[in-house]
């Protein structure tokens, strides 16, 4: 049985060389410090910025969409333009 042997003592091998990657995530993420609680103050909004932020936001996400839709159209126009165009 070497073969079983030999592959447990790879693994043995492989381990100890490994580095922790959970302390140096945690070095260099600056991760969260249970000594310090932070506390956010966050601007109150009044409900006319809050509705000026949504129209906003819905504004942006229709543009996006169109612009997702109009360079689907563009793609398929050309994939369809060369399929007639190898076809005939």
């Given at each position: 049985?070497?073969?079983?042997?030999?592959?447990?003592?790879?693994?043995?091998?492989?381990?100890?060389?490994?580095?922790?990657?959970?302390?140096?995530?945690?070095?260099?993420?600056?991760?969260?410090?249970?000594?310090?609680?932070?506390?956010?103050?966050?601007?109150?909004?009044?409900?006319?910025?809050?509705?000026?932020?949504?129209?906003?936001?819905?504004?942006?996400?229709?543009?996006?969409?169109?612009?997702?839709?109009?360079i689907f159209c563009i793609i398929?126009?050309?994939?369809?333009?060369?399929?007639?165009?190898?076809?005939?």
């Amino acid at each position: 049985m070497p073969f079983g042997e030999s592959f447990l003592t790879t693994i043995k091998n492989n381990k100890s060389i490994m580095l922790d990657k959970s302390r140096r995530f945690r070095k260099t993420s600056g991760g969260f410090d249970w000594s310090k609680s932070q506390q956010f103050d966050f601007p109150k909004s009044t409900p006319h910025e809050l509705k000026r932020i949504r129209e906003k936001l819905k504004r942006e996400h229709r543009q996006t969409r169109v612009k997702q839709i109009s360079i689907f159209c563009i793609i398929m126009l050309i994939v369809i333009s060369i399929f007639i165009y190898l076809i005939n």
